[in-house]
């Protein structure tokens, strides 16, 4: 059975031509091409990026904790990407955090982890300093725009033999991601993270640099960026509010005058100071309690002569003049209750310092339409004469002196009215019905061009047919075909080539 098969395969073989051969071979080797590929991409496991930006170092300790499991990987990103199969990602990297291969040439607080025998206080400060240096690092990894971070303190250590203390310092050397910057803030809450982990850190003493050299907590310390910052912020805030009013105003002309028939322009001057008044008034009070004393007496008044009396020699007789001496103290002390009142007024930033307004109308109007129309704009945008706002309304042309080939600004330009669209929609509905007109004779062209062409092949047969022999006739026959039909077929191909061409193109077309 076999060589029979294997038989009829190379009769098969050899009754087809050159160019059949060819064509067969080429088909053939496509396929199996086709097959292999599809075999490697569907056999070949699925890569999915492990750990990606890694430095060197950290490559070479996660290839060899791979090479100690025997795990697949490989190198794409020249060697900064680790790939492994999708199905094991997840499990490699807890294996990874594991085995110590994540903490990028340190460890952090768990080299306290196991308890050292006969450590010295000098190890132990340096075994802290590094693992507080590697904790930050990771922490400050965690921005997004940060791909890489190095961190260096220098802790001084505590001894009562020190005349002057010696304050800590800290360096951050950032490496940032491609096309990112860091924002003054996220600076800001880098030197505030280490300044709160670091006791005795100043801003002073902090100093953050990228991977280019720039020093990014520039200013931050004497407030110099942050006030910059709150500047911006504070002419946003005022060009804002003044594009704000600027287009109440612009909506309430076009109201009034039509659209583009006049222009507002507002400039605002905004108090952004921070005030805050405490104020304390006192109450006439109440009496909180009373006290009274009240003294009365009476004594005889000394006579004699001033000085020693016990002076050598004679006594002095002593003058009896009989006076009497009566006093009387009366004292009141009264203690009040004051009621007091204190208020906190703070003012909040923000307010309107002065408003100053310019309208240009166009056209000529007298003065008092001018009139009229600026005290309508002056109660719509809340005008105060106390605070020295100002508000111009003036009259001029807006199509008067325009040089030549420059256009009209568009923020002049007057609208399109109803007239202008009726115009545009029926230029457009034109164009689309020239359209269709095309479409339409294009396809009864094709048409009558297919008809035409049919009807000639048609007439080409039936002369055909009327020129042919009935013997011929029953020779192409081939619903019922007699033995040497094929002989046949062939003299007539070779006798009238062009005659049999045309048969076999009405056939393919029927």
Same mark, same amino acid.
């Given at each position: 059975?076999?060589?029979?098969?294997?038989?009829?395969?190379?009769?098969?073989?050899?009754?087809?031509?050159?160019?059949?051969? =060819?064509?067969? +071979?080429?088909?053939?080797?496509?396929?199996?091409?086709?097959?292999?590929?599809? %075999?490697?991409?569907?056999? #070949?496991?699925?890569?999915?990026?492990?750990?990606?930006?890694?430095?060197?170092?950290?490559?070479?300790? =996660?290839?060899?904790?791979?090479?100690?499991?025997? +795990?697949?990987?490989?190198?794409? !990103?020249? %060697?900064?990407?680790?790939?492994?199969?999708?199905?094991?990602?997840?499990?490699?990297?807890?294996?990874?955090?594991?085995?110590?291969?994540?903490?990028?040439?340190?460890?952090?607080?768990?080299?306290?982890?196991?308890?050292?025998?006969?450590?010295?206080?000098?190890?132990?400060?340096?075994?802290?300093?590094?693992?507080?240096?590697?904790?930050?690092?990771?922490?400050?990894?965690?921005?997004?725009?940060?791909?890489?971070?190095?961190?260096?303190?220098?802790?001084?250590?505590?001894?009562?033999?020190?005349?002057?203390?010696?304050?800590?310092?800290?360096?951050?050397?950032?490496?940032?991601?491609?096309?990112?910057?860091?924002?003054? !803030?996220?600076?800001?809450?880098?030197?505030?993270?280490?300044?709160?982990?670091?006791?005795?850190?100043?801003?002073?003493?902090?100093?953050?640099?990228?991977?280019? %050299?720039?020093?990014?907590?520039?200013?931050?310390?004497?407030?110099?960026?942050?006030?910059?910052?709150?500047?911006?912020?504070?002419?946003?805030?005022?060009?804002?509010?003044?594009?704000?009013?600027? +287009?109440?105003?612009?909506?309430?002309?076009?109201?009034?005058?039509?659209?583009?028939?006049?222009?507002?322009?507002?400039?605002?001057?905004?108090?952004?100071?921070?005030?805050?008044?405490?104020?304390?008034?006192?109450?006439?009070?109440?009496?909180?309690?009373?006290?009274?004393?009240?003294?009365?007496?009476?004594?005889?008044?000394?006579?004699?002569?001033? %000085?020693?009396?016990?002076?050598?020699?004679?006594?002095?007789?002593?003058?009896?003049?009989?006076?009497?001496?009566?006093? !009387?103290?009366?004292?009141?002390?009264?203690?009040?209750?004051?009621?007091?009142?204190?208020?906190?007024?703070?003012?909040?930033?923000?307010?309107?310092?002065?408003?100053?307004?310019?309208? +240009?109308?166009?056209?000529?109007?007298?003065?008092?339409?001018?009139?009229?129309?600026?005290?309508?704009?002056?109660?719509?945008?809340?005008?105060?004469?106390? #605070?020295?706002?100002?508000?111009?309304?003036?009259?001029?042309?807006?199509?008067?002196?325009?040089?030549?080939?420059?256009?009209?600004?568009?923020?002049?330009?007057?609208?399109?009215?109803?007239?202008?669209?009726?115009?545009?929609?029926?230029?457009?509905?034109?164009?689309?019905?020239?359209?269709?007109?095309?479409?339409?004779?294009?396809?009864?062209?094709?048409?009558?061009?297919?008809?035409?062409?049919?009807?000639?092949?048609?007439?080409?047969?039936? #002369?055909?047919?009327?020129?042919?022999?009935?013997?011929?006739?029953?020779?192409?026959?081939?619903?019922?075909?007699?033995?040497?039909?094929?002989? #046949?077929?062939?003299?007539?191909?070779?006798?009238?080539?062009?005659?049999?061409?045309?048969?076999?193109?009405?056939?393919?077309?029927?």
């Amino acid at each position: 059975m076999n060589s029979g098969l294997i038989l009829k395969i190379r009769q098969w073989w050899q009754g087809l031509g050159r160019q059949q051969k =060819i064509m067969f +071979t080429a088909g053939c080797a496509v396929i199996l091409v086709t097959v292999a590929v599809l %075999g490697s991409l569907l056999l #070949r496991p699925n890569y999915a990026p492990l750990f990606s930006e890694l430095e060197p170092q950290d490559a070479a300790r =996660i290839m060899e904790e791979l090479d100690s499991t025997q +795990t697949p990987y490989r190198l794409t !990103n020249n %060697g900064k990407t680790i790939e492994v199969p999708a199905e094991q990602v997840y499990k490699l990297r807890i294996q990874m955090a594991s085995a110590g291969a994540l903490y990028n040439n340190g460890a952090g607080f768990e080299l306290f982890d196991e308890s050292k025998f006969g450590i010295t206080e000098f190890e132990q400060h340096v075994g802290y300093q590094r693992a507080l240096q590697e904790e930050l690092r990771r922490t400050i990894v965690q921005l997004s725009e940060v791909e890489q971070a190095r961190v260096h303190l220098v802790l001084p250590r505590e001894s009562v033999f020190l005349d002057s203390e010696v304050i800590p310092s800290a360096s951050i050397a950032l490496k940032l991601k491609p096309y990112t910057r860091l924002e003054p !803030n996220q600076v800001q809450g880098i030197q505030s993270l280490v300044m709160g982990s670091v006791q005795g850190l100043v801003p002073e003493n902090i100093h953050i640099i990228d991977d280019q %050299g720039n020093v990014l907590n520039a200013g931050l310390s004497d407030g110099e960026e942050l006030s910059a910052t709150v500047a911006l912020k504070n002419f946003e805030l005022r060009r804002k509010f003044e594009q704000e009013t600027e +287009t109440r105003l612009q909506q309430m002309l076009n109201r009034i005058l039509g659209p583009g028939k006049a222009v507002a322009m507002v400039s605002a001057e905004l108090d952004f100071d921070h005030q805050e008044t405490v104020r304390t008034e006192y109450g006439p009070g109440a009496v909180l309690s009373e006290q009274r004393v009240n003294e009365e007496g009476a004594g005889g008044a000394a006579a004699g002569v001033p %000085g020693d009396n016990e002076l050598p020699g004679e006594q002095l007789p002593v003058a009896d003049l009989g006076n009497e001496s009566n006093y !009387n103290r009366e004292q009141t002390t009264t203690n009040y209750q004051v009621d007091t009142t204190q208020q906190t007024l703070v003012k909040a930033p923000g307010a309107i310092r002065r408003l100053s307004v310019s309208v +240009t109308v166009d056209g000529e109007y007298t003065e008092e339409n001018l009139n009229s129309l600026q005290q309508t704009l002056a109660a719509a945008v809340g005008y105060d004469a106390a #605070r020295g706002d100002q508000i111009t309304v003036t009259s001029a042309s807006f199509h008067e002196d325009v040089l030549p080939g420059f256009d009209e600004p568009a923020a002049l330009a007057p609208a399109l009215d109803q007239r202008d669209l009726i115009i545009a929609a029926g230029i457009a509905l034109a164009l689309l019905a020239i359209l269709l007109a095309v479409i339409l004779l294009l396809r009864r062209r094709a048409r009558l061009r297919e008809e035409a062409l049919a009807e000639q092949e048609a007439e080409e047969l039936a #002369r055909l047919q009327a020129a042919a022999t009935a013997e011929e006739q029953e020779q192409l026959i081939i619903e019922e075909p007699k033995p040497g039909y094929r002989t #046949r077929i062939r003299e007539i191909a070779k006798e009238r080539p062009g005659d049999v061409t045309e048969i076999i193109k009405v056939w393919l077309k029927e």
